[in-house]
């Protein structure tokens, strides 16, 4: 049939290319060989080089690849394969079938027609030769057309196979029989193949032959087809051609009538543009004409104007002549006056500072010089002093204060140096008691190590007896380890007690500073005797311990088997040394409280009884006791097993029921959050205008005053507080749902999206609010702030000068009240105030004092706060405010803080003052006196009380250099950790509250306080809450070292 000549085809084509495998090329034959070659070819199996044979026969001959593969597969070890040579020699030469030729053929009847038809056709040619090869393919390797397998070739290649295989008997056959029949099978194969040659030779010229008819046909059909291509395409071409010709000559008509009427349109604009610049240009005319009548008349009327102007410039000449020497005559006088002013001011200037010189030697004076200065200061006082001008009573305050100042120091001075003196006496004996008192101490210690040393020693050799091996019995044992102990004990507290007397009293010994080297070479001699002994007596101690255990060990060891025997012997009855089923029966109810079930005796008997005996011996007891526990065990599993078997099915009956319950709740409490989250929907838009009204205030807080903040917030903390009003209901109703539905375990899962977002809306609208509510707290916070610093400024001002005032008089601070109100009077009135500020020329602003003392409303206000109540003097029963002493003093409180750490002294002047403390960054201090300048360094200093721990002493406020320490400011203290507002200034358990403090609320100080001199007491303020208004005391820092409050 076709599918067998396609196969003839194939055969014959693969043979014409396939070398002569008689004599293959690149191949040599054994003949000539080296021996050495030879005996390697030889222990090539034959198998392996049959196949390497067919594999070189398939390959080309002569090429360096294939001597390459070749000596590859010489060296590859014999392996079965269950393929046959042949095919791999098949497949080789089918790989590359005679495709020039075909190639060549197939371009014969190739035609210069159009590009695209010949890639067409070559592919064409392509696919048919993939689908031939493909069919080549499947019949070498044995399948026929319809794709199945062919036996027949299958068979074929095993049988050539089996026959090229060497059997055993070749394998042990000598080279040279090896070598003949080798060349047998060459000869039978090269038969063979040159038969198939014979065979496939006419099924390979029909294939051809029918392959070149096809070819030729297709080649005709080509051919007409192209012609019928160039014939469309030439008649195609001939009308489009025709059709350009025809809008050509539509285009060139079209285009000849555009030009004739853009040539008319040209023609009327330039006609038009004609008549327009001849009217344009008489116009011009026109205009030129009247302009030049214009220009004569301003002409004329500006000659005028020059003329009158000219008359008038001359008339004002002449009056700024007369007013300059008017002006030249007055400058004259006031120079005059000047020039005698500045003189009588250079002699105030002169006496002033003669003054002054006078005062700084006097501030430097020492108790040698003091009277000379004092003398010279009365001299300048009479002579210099009247010439002062408005200085006068000025410096006349500061001599006085001076003077006394001096005299104070002086006395300071000389008190200091007895002081000195009796000092250096005292520190000269206190060393001498030292000295003693370490030697003591010495002597009193050596005599300790020397009693510690002799017990340790003691007790060592008491415990000699118990080293290594020995044969004493344990009663005596016992008692060595008892008199051990006995003595140890004695060592180690006589050891004990030397190193306690040393940590007692090293600090008395080592405060002997001249014997200090002897104390401490003392010391560290006797510290390894202390060692030595404690060692020993831990030693002793540790050897009786040891064998007292293994003593205890024994006994307690024999009376356990002692009271096992006693145990065993009450339960056998028959005394026979063995427990029967009775017995065991009877030790199970009493020993363990069980009733043993008859298959575990029965377990025990047939383990624990031996073949011999029956019953238990005592040998045995300890396991029968293990195997009644174990049954015991058993026995008590079962019924735990039966109960959470109950237990589970009660579960399960509960759980069925829970799930109804469950199915009917949900609905109910499902239609209860729908309407939870309308309410809350409902309420989103009053929230909305909240905040869009909270955001507009924010923006317009820089535009508006305090009290505008303050209203403007209160405004929007109301309607806060009516839509907090409404949503705190619903938040009530959502907890009680989600209290039922967290109840039940199976609700919770079933309605937790449901729950989750009703919690979470109403979560965020009250997140909402109290975002609201912060940013209203903080607007107001910083209103109260700027009303605080705007009334600070004033109290600060009128408090400077009020001080400048008493400090120029030589007076303190705290004698102000005094030095206005009166000697005997509790009360003054605002205008006493402005009084003594007009008498002492102080330059203050009326309102401002109207401000820190306001009349009845605020005052009755601010008197609420005051711990005392006043009565009112008769003197002071006006319409005018009340001021009393207390609320004076608040006003006239100045405080300073610590920048950067200073020294806190006990003079003025700094090189005459010894240091208290240092002051760190950040405490506070209230101003007493000051700021005045210490003359020997040239800075400022004031002298105050530290809030820390009511230190008073002198600080400087700055350095020469320009370091500044301290700045004013400490009167606001910061919460920084909860705390109480109480009424009380003890710190005392059970205190009255006032209000509670939190983080970040600003206190105003009032005054303050120490609980206690001690180093135990804390500071307390007395401070008004920003923003509340609420009074009361508050502590600064616990004794455990707690910062509540720290200054801003």
């Keep these: 049939d076709e599918d067998d000549e396609d196969d003839d085809d194939d055969k014959e084509k693969e043979d014409e290319h396939l070398p002569d495998k008689a004599s293959p090329p690149g191949r040599r034959s054994n003949r000539g060989k080296d021996p050495a070659v030879e005996r390697a070819s030889e222990r090539v199996p034959a198998r392996a080089r049959d196949r390497n044979s067919d594999r070189g026969a398939a390959r080309a001959p002569g090429r360096p690849v294939d001597r390459a593969l070749d000596r590859a597969a010489d060296r590859r070890p014999d392996r079965a394969t269950d393929r046959a040579p042949e095919c791999t020699s098949e497949k080789a030469s089918d790989r590359a079938p005679d495709r020039r030729p075909e190639r060549a053929q197939d371009r014969v009847g190739e035609r210069p027609t159009d590009r695209g038809d010949s890639s067409r056709a070559r592919r064409k040619g392509e696919d048919e030769r993939s689908r031939e090869h493909k069919d080549a393919s499947m019949k070498r390797d044995g399948h026929c057309s319809d794709g199945k397998r062919d036996d027949t070739a299958d068979m074929r290649r095993d049988r050539s196979r089996d026959e090229r295989r060497p059997s055993r008997d070749d394998r042990k056959s000598p080279p040279i029989a090896r070598d003949d029949r080798r060349r047998d099978d060459d000869r039978r194969r090269r038969d063979d193949d040159g038969d198939r040659r014979r065979e496939e030779e006419p099924r390979e010229e029909r294939r051809r032959s029918r392959s070149h008819e096809d070819r030729r046909r297709r080649d005709e059909e080509r051919q007409r087809q192209d012609e019928e291509d160039e014939k469309r395409r030439a008649e195609d071409r001939q009308k489009r051609d025709e059709e350009k010709r025809k809008k050509e000559e539509e285009r060139r008509r079209h285009e000849e009538e555009l030009q004739r009427r853009r040539n008319e349109k040209r023609r009327r604009e330039e006609a038009e543009r004609i008549k327009m610049e001849e009217a344009r240009r008489r116009d011009k005319d026109s205009e030129r004409a009247d302009a030049a009548e214009r220009r004569k008349k301003e002409e004329a009327e500006k000659k005028e104007e020059v003329e009158q102007k000219r008359k008038e410039d001359a008339q004002k000449q002449e009056e700024l002549n007369k007013k300059k020497q008017e002006d030249e005559k007055k400058r004259t006088e006031e120079e005059a006056k000047r020039r005698e002013e500045d003189a009588k001011v250079l002699r105030q200037q002169q006496a002033t500072l003669s003054v002054l010189r006078v005062l700084q030697k006097l501030s430097n004076a020492k108790p040698e010089s003091f009277d000379s200065l004092n003398t010279e200061l009365e001299g300048v006082l009479k002579t210099e002093l009247p010439e002062t001008g408005a200085q006068q009573e000025i410096l006349r305050a500061e001599a006085d204060r001076v003077l006394e100042y001096s005299k104070q120091y002086i006395d300071q001075v000389r008190d200091q140096q007895k002081k000195l003196e009796e000092m250096k006496a005292q520190q000269q004996q206190k060393t001498q008691d030292a000295e003693k008192n370490a030697k003591a101490l010495i002597e009193e210690l050596t005599q300790l190590v020397t009693h510690a040393k002799s017990a340790a020693e ?230 909305q205008n909240v905040e869009g009204e909270a955001a507009a205030l924010s923006k317009q807080v820089e535009q508006l005053k305090a009290d505008g903040i303050k209203a403007l917030a209160s405004k929007i903390e109301a309607a806060q507080e009516g839509v907090r009003t409404k949503l705190v209901p619903v938040q009530d109703r959502i907890a009680k749902v989600s209290k039922e539905i967290t109840s039940m375990p199976e609700l919770l899962e079933a309605m937790r999206v449901e729950l989750a977002s009703v919690r979470s809306k109403a979560d965020a609208q009250n997140l909402r609010l109290n975002k609201i509510l912060t940013g209203l707290s903080c607007l107001h916070s910083s209103a109260c702030q700027q009303e605080f610093q705007a009334n600070e400024s004033k109290r600060m001002e009128l408090a400077a000068k009020l001080r400048i005032c008493i400090e120029a008089k030589g007076g303190k601070a705290e004698d102000l009240f005094k030095t206005i109100a009166g000697e005997d009077s509790d009360e003054m009135t605002k205008e006493e105030i402005w009084a003594f500020l007009e008498e002492h020329k102080c330059d203050i602003q009326r309102e401002k004092l109207d401000a820190l003392f306001p009349d009845a409303p605020a005052q009755q206000k601010d008197k609420e706060h005051d711990d005392k109540a006043t009565t009112t003097n008769s003197k002071k029963k006006s319409s005018a405010a009340i001021i009393t002493k207390e609320r004076f003093t608040r006003v006239m409180r100045i405080f300073y803080k610590v920048v950067k750490e200073i020294v806190l002294s006990n003079s003025l002047l700094i090189d005459q003052s010894s240091q208290l403390r240092r002051m760190d960054v950040g405490e506070v201090m209230e101003v007493l006196q000051g700021p005045m300048l210490d003359p020997s360094v040239g800075v400022y200093r004031i002298n105050g009380k530290a809030l820390k721990d009511a230190a008073s002493g002198w600080v400087t406020v700055a350095g020469n250099q320009g370091v500044t320490f301290l700045l004013p400011g400490g009167n606001v203290f910061k919460v920084v950790a909860p705390t109480v507002l109480a009424e009380d200034s003890k710190d005392t358990e059970g205190k009255v509250v006032v209000h509670q403090l939190k983080a970040g609320q600003i206190l105003e100080v009032l005054e ?33 070292g707690t910062k509540y409050l720290e200054p801003t």
Excluded at 1020 to 1034: D, E, L, S, Y
């Design 458 to 687: 003691a007790a060592h050799d008491t415990a000699a007896p118990l080293a290594g091996d020995h044969n004493l019995e344990s009663n005596e044992v016992l008692r060595i380890s008892l008199n051990v102990e006995q003595a140890g004990k004695t060592a180690m507290k006589a050891c004990s007690a030397c190193a306690d007397f040393l940590v007692q009293n090293r600090q008395p010994i080592e405060a002997a500073d001249t014997i200090r080297v002897e104390t401490a070479s003392a010391i560290a001699s006797l510290q390894p005797k202390i060692q030595n002994a404690t060692r020993q007596a831990t030693e002793a101690l540790q050897r009786a311990k040891e064998h007292k255990d293994k003593i205890a060990r024994q006994i307690a060891l024999r009376r356990s088997c002692e009271k096992k025997a006693a145990i065993f012997k009450l339960y056998d009855k028959d005394g026979d040394g063995l427990l029967n089923r009775e017995e065991v029966i009877a030790c199970s109810k009493i020993e363990f409280g069980f009733e043993l079930p008859q298959e575990n005796l029965d377990r025990i008997c047939r383990q624990l009884f031996q073949h011999v005996r029956k019953g238990v011996a005592f040998s045995d007891f300890q396991l029968l006791r293990t195997a009644i526990g174990i049954a015991r065990d058993e026995a008590r599993c079962k019924v735990k097993r039966a109960e959470r078997l109950e237990r589970e099915a009660k579960d399960r009956e509960q759980a069925l029921k829970r799930q109804s319950v469950v199915s009917e709740k949900k609905g109910v409490l499902s239609e209860t959050c729908a309407s939870l989250m309308k309410e809350l929907t409902a309420l989103e838009p009053e929230i």
């Design 1008 to 1040: 303050w306080t120490r609980t206690s001199r001690s180093a135990l007491g804390v500071t307390r303020i007395k401070g008004k809450v920003q923003g509340h208004g609420a009074v009361g005391w508050a502590t600064v820092m616990g004794s455990n």
